[in-house]
């Protein structure tokens, strides 16, 4: 028995890294597991990974920045799947860089897939998610970095995500919705190539990690959400927690 047994969710940046981890820990525990992206190539990767394991999904295509692209799936998922209990916001794309580096046109890219997103595919799945649902949004410790150098608008946008998911929890509370946020270090392919292409940077950055090592993007990013959406975390709701080895004091 699985603790996520008879769900569904749908997981937004599933082709890879973290959104792909969360899916196959899920799916582990239970899930069935609708794996959502811009590239449905990436998407039927991660579905064929869980098929695997002897684990349910299926794969769509899913632009974040479309309104019209989130409710075509979302009915699909419920069509397809029989519902909805789970909705983890994970896709975004990143502005970086120093704050005369950042063009208005990155800033505003964050904004529609981040925030923005988040808020339109939290209402569309609202209906379907109510009595007995668990949303988990990403956002990121950078907000608490000593040095916000380059990382002023990535910050922002992800502390938005923060503030919408609040709202969330106080809201929707007591419409049986949870809502809760992960800020995750995790062995995504850009965070790989970054270790290994900018060592002195990243042993500084490994050095100030107490457990010394960056998350593996399933066992101890995606199994932690798992049990988050569980009957055993139903207590839980409005909460930002930092899974990254103890770097960051979310206090």
């Known amino acids: 028995m699985g603790v996520l047994d008879n769900k569904v969710a749908l997981i937004t940046g599933a082709g890879q890294g973290v959104g792909q981890g969360i899916a196959l820990a899920m799916a582990t525990e239970g899930a069935a597991i609708a794996v959502t992206g811009r590239t449905l ?30 409710q075509a799936c979302v009915d699909r998922v419920v069509n397809e799947l029989g519902g909805l209990n789970i909705l983890v916001n994970n896709a975004q794309e990143v502005p970086l860089g120093k704050l005369f580096e950042v ?14 997103a988040v808020l339109r595919l939290m209402k569309i799945c609202h209906p379907h998610l109510k009595g007995d649902g668990s949303i988990i949004n990403l956002a990121s410790t950078s907000a608490k970095r000593w040095d916000a150098s380059g990382y002023g608008a990535y910050a922002a946008v992800k502390e938005a995500i923060r503030a919408l998911s609040k709202a969330a929890a106080s809201e929707w509370g007591g419409d049986g919705i949870r809502t809760n946020v992960i800020l995750p270090h995790a062995q995504s392919p ?26 593996d993007c399933e066992e101890d990013i995606g199994k932690f959400v798992a049990q988050l959406c569980g009957e055993n975390s139903r207590y839980v709701n409005g909460q930002s927690i930092a899974i990254d080895g103890g770097q960051a004091y979310m206090g």
């Open 41 to 70: 190539s990436k998407c039927q990767t991660t579905v064929e990974l869980i098929e695997a394991r002897g684990g349910k999904a299926i794969a769509l295509e899913l632009d974040v920045k479309d309104q019209a692209s989130m």
């Open 103 to 116: 063009r208005d046109e990155s800033f505003t890219a964050g904004f529609e897939s981040g925030p923005l």
């Open 190 to 215: 850009g965070m790989k190539w970054w270790l290994e292409n900018m060592q002195d940077e990243a042993e500084a950055y490994l050095a100030s990690i107490p457990q010394g090592y960056v998350g």
